[in-house]
């Protein structure tokens, strides 16, 4: 009987989709027959529909979530939070939490009452400065302003300087930003744990936010470690630039763990990188927070010669001038060499293939590639010429400012 009134309700559903309590009545028809996939489907539609009842949404969550449904799950607690539910929705939050905690393996802190910790098993890092051509003036900053601090914390003690704080890396794409941080760690012998854009960022309101928590949850779980914080001008885009709620809360919660309200941030060094420094919120910049800004430029000479023998490192070759090559290729960044490299490979391939053989990459093969390449730096150095040229008030660019005054930079800039 109960499987003839599913078909006639699914029949009847066909016929008039629009109709709410129609597609309610099967819903709940399904659920009862134990079929509960199938209405948790229709409970997805009347959610588009805005027909399912406020004072349903809590327990078609809990039944979204018994079956692993985080997408459903998330669809009632907004619903819920929109029609100012009130009773639940905690219970909701705390799915959403705990579902998303099985998924990524990143414990999410409910309340005081969770005590059951973070994951503190994050590796330590084993990339060094050796491995980072070239920047040599960079590295020794760093190692002033980061390393140095955590290998002679009692030489800071002694003046009551803490270790730790924030450091924004910043450059054109591509110029080894996140190797550099990677390297700081491994120069401090500390786990590297890395927060990527796509990390945290969530449709689901709340969500973003309890991601980018979670991020420093674990960091502070693996203290002393370095937290990095990928293309910091998406989590923290200036907020009178951005008129969206959702983004004003991402910034108003980053800069409360980095802070440190509610937590403890000692032996937790945050270093962040960014493509668009301009664009970051200017409460991210302040003493404590990220008040160490550092300009990455594309690699220089000696670091383009670097950088070629380490993408080269595994490719059979013959007669390559590494010294010639990084002479050719001003202003390239390091993805640049590679696409460079692989282009070259590209030729080499072609050749194989037409010829039968196995011959080694060359100079005539790189040359070839390297006239339908331009280095990617120029359009980002054009773009920060003219912000420096209008607003460097703050005179906080300074570095990269002179940087461009030298006559090959500007000759290429020209």
């Not at 339908?372 to 400012?401: C, G, K, M």
Request: glycine share 8%; proline share 5%.
């Amino acid at each position: 009987m109960t499987n003839d009134r599913i078909s006639a309700l699914r029949k009847a559903v066909e016929a008039s989709p629009d109709d709410v309590l129609l597609r309610l009545v099967l819903a709940e028809t399904l659920v009862s027959a134990a079929e509960t996939e199938a209405a948790l489907d229709q409970y997805v539609v009347l959610l588009d529909q805005r027909g399912l009842p406020d004072d349903q949404l809590v327990v078609v969550g809990e039944l979204a979530a018994a079956n692993g449904r985080l997408a459903l799950v998330r669809s009632c607690l907004e619903a819920a939070r929109q029609a100012g539910v009130v009773e639940g929705t905690g219970r909701l939050q705390q799915l959403v939490d705990e579902m998303i905690t099985a998924r990524s393996g990143v414990k999410v802190k409910i309340g005081p009452e969770d005590e059951a910790g973070f994951d503190s098993d994050a590796p330590k890092e084993t990339t060094t400065f050796d491995q980072v051509g070239g920047m040599e003036e960079i590295k020794r900053v760093i190692h002033r302003m980061v390393i140095l601090p955590l290998s002679r914390p009692e030489l800071y003690q002694r003046y009551g300087r803490k270790s730790g704080g924030g450091v924004l890396l910043y450059g054109p794409p591509g110029c080894g930003k996140t190797l550099l941080a990677r390297a700081t760690a491994g120069e401090c012998g500390l786990p590297f744990v890395n927060v990527r854009i796509e990390d945290v960022m969530d449709p689901y309101l709340g969500v973003s936010e309890r991601n980018l928590h979670a991020a420093f949850e674990r960091a502070r779980a693996n203290a002393p470690c370095v937290l990095f914080l990928d293309e910091l001008d998406a989590l923290a885009f200036a907020r009178h630039k951005h008129g969206g709620s959702e983004s004003r809360r991402l910034v108003d919660v980053l800069l409360q763990e980095l802070d440190a309200i509610g937590s403890e941030n000692e032996g937790l060094l945050v270093l962040a990188a960014t493509n668009a420094p301009w664009d970051v919120d200017e409460a991210m910049l302040r003493p404590g927070r990220f008040d160490r800004v550092i300009f990455v430029p594309p690699p220089d000479e000696a670091a383009r010669a670097d950088i070629l023998s380490v993408v080269l490192k595994e490719i059979p070759s013959a007669g390559l001038d590494l010294k010639s090559l990084a002479a050719q290729t001003a202003m390239f960044s390091g993805a640049d060499l590679r696409a460079l490299v692989e282009r070259g490979v590209d030729k080499v391939i072609d050749e194989a293939l037409a010829t039968g053989g196995e011959p080694p990459l060359s100079m005539q093969h790189l040359s070839g590639a390297l006239t339908a390449l331009r280095p990617s730096t120029l359009d980002w150095l054009h773009r920060v010429r003219s912000y420096i040229e209008f607003a460097n008030q703050s005179e906080r660019y300074d570095d990269v400012a002179s940087y461009l005054q030298s006559k090959e930079i500007r000759r290429r800039l020209s």
